[in-house]
């Protein structure tokens, strides 16, 4: 919830029963249908198998996670905790600039939209209103950020870690032959991986991420002949 002033205030019912219903893959928002990258380059056979797939989230998507997004995530959950529009808007913009493939950025904000949408129909507030008044097509970071602005940060950094995590090894479960138990594994080792180093990542600016496997992937994926996924 949010004062009047839009500030985040104690939610009304149990803020820790909201986080895994926010974070439950049941929940609709939309991410089911994005590869972010990664059907392309299971077509290119750059990820094929269960012990590619474990490479990839740990050489690509963790470095991401750790040195751009989570610092990112600390910000944005900041601005949401003091009712700043304004500063959400702003670094909204900035992650734009940061996502060069066209098709990165319209999948951040597909799902940040469809979020937002839930958000504003079971749990509104004062921030919630005035961010989608201001900026209703926002990625996906920050309407995570004012999803769960009345949880403290290192959790709420988590459960963004996870949603990233989970995200690909659900949709690697279409793209190959990889079972789910061999998949839950794979999760595990990596969130074991991150939680190492991840109270370190929200005490840092954001570094930026050059990541030109996943983009060139992403690009390729809008002119693919054949595809199960959005980008």
Same mark, same amino acid.
């Not at 750790?66 to 808007?89: I, M």
């Not at 799902?111 to 839930?118: A, D, F, Y």
């Given at each position: 919830m949010a004062d009047s002033a839009g500030a985040a205030q104690p939610l009304r019912y149990d803020a820790w029963l909201w986080l895994m219903q926010a974070n439950d893959s049941q929940y609709p928002?939309?991410?089911?249908?994005?590869?972010y990258g990664l059907e392309e380059l299971v077509e290119a056979g750059v990820v094929k198998n269960a012990e590619g797939l474990e $490479?990839?989230?740990?050489?690509?998507?963790?470095?991401?996670?750790?040195?751009?997004?989570?610092?990112?995530?600390?910000?944005?959950?900041?601005?949401?905790?003091?009712?700043?529009?304004?500063?959400?808007?702003?670094?909204?913009?900035?992650?734009?600039?940061?996502?060069l493939p066209a098709e990165t950025r319209d999948a951040s904000r597909r799902?940040?939209?469809?979020?937002?949408?839930?958000l504003r129909q079971l749990a509104p507030s004062p921030l919630v209103e005035n961010h989608a008044a201001n900026c209703p097509f926002s990625?996906?970071?920050?309407v995570t950020s004012i999803e769960l602005s009345s949880i403290p940060i290192a959790q709420a950094a988590r459960a963004f870690a996870f949603q990233t995590i989970t995200?690909?090894?659900?949709?690697?479960?279409?793209? +190959?032959?990889?079972?789910?138990?061999? $998949?839950?594994?794979?999760?595990?080792?990596?969130?074991?991986?991150?939680? +190492?180093e991840i109270d370190v990542a929200l005490s840092r600016p954001p570094d930026g991420w050059f990541n030109p496997l996943l983009e060139i992937a992403s690009l390729r994926h809008a002119r693919a002949d054949a595809r199960l996924f959005i980008s």
């Open positions: 928002s939309g991410a089911y249908a994005h590869s $490479c990839f989230l740990e050489k690509q998507i963790l470095p991401a996670l750790l040195s751009f997004e989570l610092p990112y995530f600390v910000q944005a959950h900041r601005a949401a905790g003091r009712g700043d529009v304004a500063k959400l808007a702003e670094l909204d913009g900035e992650l734009d600039a940061w996502r799902i940040g939209s469809r979020r937002l949408e839930l990625h996906h970071l920050i995200g690909f090894a659900t949709a690697s479960m279409k793209l +190959m032959r990889i079972g789910q138990t061999v $998949c839950q594994a794979i999760v595990r080792r990596t969130l074991d991986r991150i939680g +190492m």
